[in-house]
């Protein structure tokens, strides 16, 4: 599965929207892009998925660009409940396990 | 709630014993998935089952074995504690075994050994 690179850390303010840069340049054309989130030692919550095209469903955002190296979750307007860890998975569709980075530990401020 | 339940939530236990988590999937789910956090080494795969059968393995120890059962339920089998083996424990369910069928975590089992 192709490895990705996402910020360690970043902000966002309450009612803005909060883009999740991941890259994965090393990815092969049919692996997926999987977002998944973790809020404070609950068990990871699934966001969203992409394979080519650009994905929105109730709760986010997916772009990937044309090139397929790299993605943004894009959380329109950013709550304080969206504070927690975002994960950039990339693997293929018959992959049997989630394999986590570190992720990015997204804090949603007042 | 995912509709993915563990028990118990939390368990504390000595070195050398052993222990087992549960896991009831969500309605209707055949594959159940077991994952380790630790603070050290992040949330790390373990091991998957799709109806009754093994489908995948990841870093899991000699000492820890799993099973599913006939309806569906999953345990986690855990022997020979460790102080390295404090973590938590979470399992997911899906309908499949492909990745876009979305996993569904449960709430997790809290394990300190001391």
């Known amino acids: 599965d192709a490895k990705t690179t996402q910020p360690p850390s970043m902000d966002c303010a309450e009612g803005r929207a909060a883009n999740l840069p991941c890259n994965h340049s090393t990815i092969s054309g049919n692996e997926y892009v999987y977002w998944y989130r973790q809020i404070h030692s609950q068990g990871p919550q699934y966001i969203i998925h992409?394979?080519?095209n650009n994905e929105t469903n109730e709760m986010a955002s997916l772009i990937i660009t044309e090139d397929r190296k790299s993605s943004t979750l894009i959380l329109p307007h950013a709550t304080l409940r969206d504070t927690a860890v975002y994960y950039c998975?990339?693997?293929?569709?018959?992959?049997?396990?989630?394999?986590f980075g570190g992720g990015t530990r997204l804090m949603v401020k007042p | 709630d995912s509709g993915v339940t563990q028990t118990p939530k939390h368990l504390i236990t000595a070195t050398g014993q052993r222990v087992t988590l549960r896991c009831s999937p969500r309605?209707?789910?055949?594959?159940v998935y077991w994952y380790q956090q630790s603070l050290d080494q992040g949330l790390q795969f373990l091991i998957q089952?799709?109806?009754?059968?093994?489908?995948a393995k990841g870093n899991i120890l000699e000492r820890f074995s799993a099973q599913q059962f006939p309806d569906l339920h999953s345990e986690l089998n855990l022997s020979s504690l460790e102080l390295g083996d404090s973590a938590l424990y979470f399992c997911?369910?899906?309908?499949?075994?492909?990745?876009?069928?979305?996993?569904?975590f449960g709430p997790g089992t809290r394990l300190t050994v001391l």
């Open positions: 089952y799709y109806n009754g059968e093994e489908r």
């Open positions: 309605s209707g789910d055949l594959s």
């Open positions: 998975i990339v693997s293929h569709n018959a992959g049997n396990m989630l394999t």
């Open positions: 992409g394979l080519k």
């Open positions: 997911a369910s899906s309908p499949g075994t492909v990745l876009t069928d979305t996993q569904y």
